[in-house]
């Protein structure tokens, strides 16, 4: 079994091969063929300390489709309350013969703690990071990454060469970019940042060729533009955000994409909020908007990587 705890841990290799996996079984999805149970009567267990839609469920839809058995930890009912840590739940599901553990924690260094916690036990579970607080995604950004080449017709050999993607929002908080700028540039783009200066990281991650808040400097000839949600969750309570001055500086709109490339394509990890981040006619443009193919290639993706955790 092999563990994904972050985009670091991949290699090059690793990234392609479960790029052109994941792009295989869109198509085996697509043409209603998919892979006949490679994980029959394998376990896997969903354990998220918080809240998640797409990634639990696309998850629980890969396992099945892969042809495990998928428990969801309930874990607001759990004995989470009364006291007990990650750690002790990870090492009780392993114990009941968890196959794969789909974690998504809060806490910096939780998934790397707690597959130590795997090993050191000598438990054969494959350890998966379904988002690590504001630190790491990295399933989202190889879902991100197939996205993005499907549509542009390329193969991950051809990677995102030349091109330029703009991720703008609440940066310093975002798990989502923090993966995805440092695949999108191994895969050959040029990743820019742009939000409010204190939703800017001090130490953007690798990857990161220019941060600005200006955002019709970053949208600039911009072949693909990323909105990300204000993480409210994680501001501190003094912090306020007007959500109509946000959508004027910040906001993805008819007008304020024209300063991208014509054509240009955008993206949203969601949750998605209209009108602040990002106008609803852009989310729903079929044309340009590429959310729902998002969250479409999250099913293969995780199907990928299941495959790959499993080898
Ligand atoms: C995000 C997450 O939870 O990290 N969504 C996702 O997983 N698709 C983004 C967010 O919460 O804003």
Do not use: W
């Amino acid at each position: 079994m092999k563990h994904l705890t972050g985009i670091d841990a991949l290699s090059d290799a690793d990234v392609r091969q479960i790029l052109t996996r994941t792009l295989a079984m869109d198509a085996a999805l697509d043409a209603g063929n998919p892979p006949d149970g490679p994980l029959k009567d394998q376990l896997l267990f969903n354990l998220f300390y918080e809240n998640s839609t797409r990634t639990s469920l696309s998850f629980a839809v890969a396992g099945m489709r892969m042809g495990a058995h998928v428990v969801t930890v309930p874990v607001a009912a759990s004995s989470v309350h009364k006291g007990e840590s990650v750690r002790d739940t990870v090492l009780t599901l392993c114990a009941q013969g968890a196959d794969f553990m789909v974690l998504r924690a809060g806490g910096a260094g939780t998934i790397e703690a707690a597959r130590r916690a795997i090993e050191e036990h000598g438990f054969q579970t494959a350890i998966i990071n379904a988002g690590e607080g504001a630190f790491g995604h990295p399933t989202q950004a190889l879902l991100d990454a197939a996205t993005i080449l499907k549509s542009a017709g390329r193969t991950p050999e051809e990677g995102l060469d030349g091109l330029t993607i703009t991720i703008v929002g609440d940066l310093v908080h975002s798990r989502v970019a923090s993966s995805c700028a440092p695949l999108f540039a191994r895969l050959g783009a040029n990743v820019r940042y742009c939000g409010p200066q204190d939703m800017l990281p001090e130490d953007p991650p690798s990857g990161v060729v220019t941060m600005t808040t200006n955002r019709e400097a970053a949208l600039e000839g911009a072949d693909i533009v990323m909105a990300l949600r204000i993480q409210l969750e994680r501001l501190s309570a003094d912090t306020s955000v007007d959500p109509v001055a946000y959508r004027a500086d910040y906001g993805l709109t008819t007008d304020s994409l024209k300063a991208a490339k014509p054509g240009a394509l955008v993206m949203h990890p969601g949750p998605m909020n209209r009108g602040v981040e990002i106008d609803g006619d852009i989310a729903d443009d079929q044309a340009h908007s590429l959310i729902l193919k998002q969250v479409a290639m999250g099913v293969p993706t995780r199907m990928a990587l299941l495959e790959f955790a499993a080898t």
